[in-house]
């Protein structure tokens, strides 16, 4: 339990002295483990480790660093108030902003540089899985923006956000493959 105190503290240090590559180190790392949980249950029998790698990246170049501005921005605009009526607009701004922008990129990234298919691959596999994926984000997002700008301090939201996407990774990628296999 000590070391679990200690690590704690040691992010919570590393947070407040260097908060853009902390959360860029995180989002990576919850990033690369998604993936990894994904293989899992994909019932892969060897890992994947180039592509938890890949995926990884993107958490620590994207996902941390989109976070990171994402909600220094919402702050700004909403001037840190925290009352039911603002909490909601943010949660409506969120989703129709960076939540459907995030889920767009991720998976042009997923099916272009990790499953390294074509453009018009990419274009396709958009048109025909891009709504039902918004449309299932918008199912749990607006309840994770909720609980995320009701009771996490700023400087928690980008983690809190990160670990709620491990959860909404390992369900893209395990649908990705499963309509890769589909297609296949």
Request: aromatic content about 14%; proline content about 4%; charged content about 20%.
């Amino acid at each position: 339990m000590e070391i679990v105190k200690l690590a704690w503290r040691k992010y919570l240090t590393s947070l407040q002295k260097n908060p853009l590559p902390t959360k860029a180190l995180t989002a990576g790392t919850l990033a690369g483990c998604s993936d990894l949980v994904a293989q899992k249950l994909m019932g892969v029998k060897k890992l994947q480790l180039r592509r938890a790698l890949l995926i990884a990246l993107y958490g620590l170049l994207y996902g941390g660093p989109f976070g990171h501005f994402f909600h220094k921005l919402m702050d700004y605009v909403f001037a840190g108030k925290r009352d039911q009526k603002t909490v909601t607009k943010k949660v409506i701004v969120e989703q129709l902003t960076s939540g459907p922008w995030n889920n767009f990129v991720f998976m042009v990234y997923l099916t272009s540089v990790i499953e390294g298919k074509s453009w018009s691959f990419v274009k396709r596999k958009l048109r025909n899985d891009y709504p039902s994926v918004q449309l299932n984000a918008w199912r749990v997002w607006p309840l994770v923006g909720w609980i995320n700008y009701t009771y996490m301090p700023i400087q928690f939201r980008v983690l809190f956000h990160n670990l709620a996407a491990v959860c909404w990774g390992v369900f893209l990628i395990t649908r990705s493959r499963t309509t890769a296999l589909k297609s296949a």
